[in-house]
């Protein structure tokens, strides 16, 4: 089992910026696709962003395209979320998350494909 720590949460206004970091430990990192989800109260939890195991490719939800940046630094065992132009639709709890099986083939975007999900860290944004 992976251990996944997530920093970088905070306050902010409308129209800021945050960069969430996940810290990686227990597996080979490089060989795992990651993921970041966000539930804000009373919703489900829902898929933000992922990358692949090489760092390769992303795929954004429709809500964050554009403004959010997915990135896989390999060599620090960390995972990053550059937002910026945050919007108070985004405040919720950050969970980034990493994939069941290594050397994923298609971009992983439902709960189902991760396994490893980290405590999470709270953005809120302000108007």
């Known amino acids: 089992q992976v251990q996944l720590v997530e920093s970088g949460g905070g306050l902010v206004q409308a129209g800021g910026s945050l960069r969430l970091s996940c810290a990686a430990s227990?597996?080979?990192?490089?060989?795992?696709?990651m993921g970041w989800f966000r539930q804000a109260p009373g919703k489900e939890r829902e898929f933000v962003a992922t990358?692949?195991?090489?760092?390769?490719?992303?795929a954004y939800a429709d809500s964050v395209k554009g403004r959010f940046t997915n990135s896989k630094d390999n060599a620090k065992n960390t995972v990053f979320l550059q937002m910026n132009s945050l919007k108070p639709e985004d405040t919720a709890v950050y969970y980034c998350?990493?994939?069941?099986?290594?050397?994923?083939?298609?971009?992983?975007?439902?709960?189902?494909?991760?396994?490893?999900w980290g405590q999470g860290t709270q953005v809120t944004v302000s108007s």
């Open positions: 990358i692949m195991w090489t760092g390769g490719s992303t």
């Open positions: 998350a990493c994939a069941a099986s290594p050397f994923a083939t298609r971009m992983l975007i439902f709960r189902k494909d991760f396994d490893s």
């Open positions: 227990g597996r080979t990192f490089s060989t795992y696709s």
